[in-house]
């Protein structure tokens, strides 16, 4: 299991950004692939995207392509989700996780989870 503590929800307007951080303060958090998921209110958990070790190498759910962006600092061990153009489906508790297996390939098995961040977006 990976510690990880997500930081950054919060309220916005429909059409605002912001700007999601996960640490995870692990020792070979640069090997692990890392994602984020979101579930809202009376529905499951969806995937929302995900970028592996290196950086370079990402993934996006339809719904959030071109508006959200997943990046990571290897040095700061932290993973980042900028949301952009951001509408009111979008609310929901945002959760990052990892796939600690050291560099791995797609798919992904997600198994560290954070406790999640809550953001709401107001039409």
């Known amino acids: 299991q990976v510690q990880l503590v997500e930081s950054g929800g919060g309220l916005v307007q429909a059409g605002g950004s912001l700007r999601l951080s996960c640490a995870a303060p692990?020792?070979?958090?640069?090997?692990?692939?890392m994602g984020w998921f979101r579930q809202a209110p009376g529905k499951e958990r969806e995937f929302v995207a995900a970028?592996?070790?290196?950086?370079?190498?990402?993934d996006y759910a339809d719904s959030v392509k071109g508006r959200f962006t997943i990046s990571r600092d290897n040095t700061k061990k932290t993973v980042y989700l900028q949301m952009s153009s951001l509408r009111p489906e979008d609310t929901a508790i945002y959760y990052c996780?990892?796939?600690?297996?050291?560099?791995?390939?797609?798919?992904?098995?997600?198994?560290?989870w954070g406790q999640g961040t809550q953001v709401t977006v107001s039409s």
């Open positions: 692990g020792r070979t958090f640069s090997s692990y692939t």
């Open positions: 996780a990892a796939d600690p297996r050291p560099y791995a390939g797609w798919p992904s098995t997600f198994n560290s």
């Open positions: 970028i592996k070790w290196g950086g370079s190498t990402t």
